[in-house]
């Protein structure tokens, strides 16, 4: 079972909210570092103007506001809601306003993608406009997959113009709490298209959750056991999230006081950490694990190490034996090493938040059936990441290929004043401290 940490963190002189995950051995395997006095983009929904088109690219160049500039690949052009079109005879030109949803954080020197798919998410299910499909969480049992096409088949009629995915977390959900809140998202999602054709360009339509709470929304609920803070103010924020109110935030009593913890109706404990002798981020070893994080070099427990070295067009991860000094039944040795260096790659892959072209370079082995049991036990370790990720293959020179889908910045990136230096070679990175 899981627990999610939000506290705050002082990080070359800058301040900021870090929401990690950790698992049952206290071990972080997501984090996500957000300025206190920064307004994140991804999720907003806005009305775009097109200012150009770029045929080469199949894209088009989309203002949301006067200073900002987003991508918009038109292979996502489906179901598009215009505001104001300038030509009925083009699907798309210069001038047209329509609504656009931040789909991908700017990365590196790239500017913020987003797409005319709309996304309405809630915590068991999404409505989308541009895919009008009706589909349910693979994640779910055959016997619950085939429930939920039944219901969504009953209600056919009130999705006609849009799309909808049930979630993983409607596994232990009712009916009934299903249906009110997928009507909730539907005239959420109706209510915003009727508004916008009364609006200028550059609207801001829908602000998206503030990360942590996307983060509490998109995380499986039946895996995660506690949530815990040391902010009075986010303690509440994610009470309310829950459905808790704030009349409950206070004990009973003719001197009421404040309550430090609260469970949710799904079992989830609430906490707000108050203890002033120890620090939340000092009892989950914050900075250490974000040091480590930035390291170019993580050690395993068998000796070994990784060496991960991003670059401009790709990552490239190198395994080595390191302090590893087994003798005997030396293939059978570097097998075992390599599939503990798998498992971690799968954890810093999430942790670092690396996508794009991913290259890992594993000790090599002679048995094509222990080159395939490592493949096996890596595509399985990599299923538990909830964002996607494709294993490719074994290249010629014995190098496995994969690729994660981009949504957010990488670790590295997301602390702004760290972009610009090399990592030291022995590990921390001196400039971040």
């Known amino acids: 079972m899981y627990r999610y940490i939000i506290t705050k963190q002082e990080w070359s002189g800058k301040q900021y909210y870090i929401s990690a995950l950790f698992d049952e051995n206290k071990k972080m395997i997501e984090v996500f570092p957000i300025p ?136 232990t959900a009712q009916d009934e709490d299903v249906l009110t809140e997928l009507k909730a998202l539907l005239q959420a999602y109706r209510s915003l298209v009727s508004n916008a054709q009364h609006m200028t360009a550059y609207s801001v339509l829908k602000k998206a959750l503030c990360p942590y709470l996307k983060d509490l929304e998109d995380l499986p609920q039946s895996t995660l056991e506690q949530v815990v803070t040391d902010d009075r103010e986010i303690f509440e924020k994610i009470c309310g999230f829950y459905g808790i109110g704030t009349e409950c935030l206070t004990s009973g009593g003719s001197v009421p006081s404040l309550r430090y913890e609260i469970s949710t109706d799904s079992g989830i404990l609430l906490r707000h950490y108050n203890d002033d002798a120890y620090s939340l981020h000092a009892l989950y070893s914050i900075k250490e694990n974000l040091r480590a994080a930035l390291s170019q070099k993580v050690w395993l427990k068998s000796g070994a190490y990784l060496i991960i070295q991003p670059t401009e067009a790709l990552t490239v991860i190198d395994v080595n034996t390191g302090k590893n000094v087994a003798k005997k039944d030396t293939q059978e040795n570097f097998l075992r090493v390599n599939k503990d260096a798998a498992a971690e790659i799968a954890r810093q892959l999430r942790l670092r938040n690396l996508s794009g072209i991913i290259l890992i370079d594993f000790i090599n082995l002679t048995s094509k059936e222990a080159e395939q049991e490592l493949m096996t036990y890596l595509r399985a370790c990599l299923k538990s990441d909830p964002v996607p990720v494709q294993l490719i293959d074994i290249t010629k020179l014995g190098l496995v290929e994969l690729t994660r889908k981009k949504r957010r910045k990488p670790l590295r990136e997301s602390f702004l004043p760290c972009q610009s230096f090399a990592p030291v070679a022995g590990g921390h990175d001196d400039a971040c401290t």
């Open 36 to 171: 206190v006095d920064s307004a994140p983009l991804l999720g907003n929904i806005y009305i775009g103007r097109v200012e150009n088109i770029v045929s080469n690219l199949n894209a088009a160049f989309v203002k949301i506001s006067p200073s900002q500039t987003c991508y918009l690949p038109l292979e996502d052009l489906k179901h598009p809601i215009f505001t104001k079109k300038q030509s009925q005879k083009k699907k798309l030109c210069a001038g047209d306003e329509l609504i656009v949803q931040v789909s991908r954080e700017a990365l590196k020197t790239k500017e913020p993608s987003v797409t005319t798919n709309l996304s309405f998410d809630g915590r068991y299910a999404v409505v989308t406009s541009g895919n009008h499909k009706c589909s349910v969480s693979s994640k779910l049992s055959k016997e619950l997959r085939s429930h939920y096409r039944e219901l969504l088949e009953e209600h056919q009629s009130a999705l006609k113009d849009c799309g909808v995915i049930i979630r993983t977390n409607a596994s």
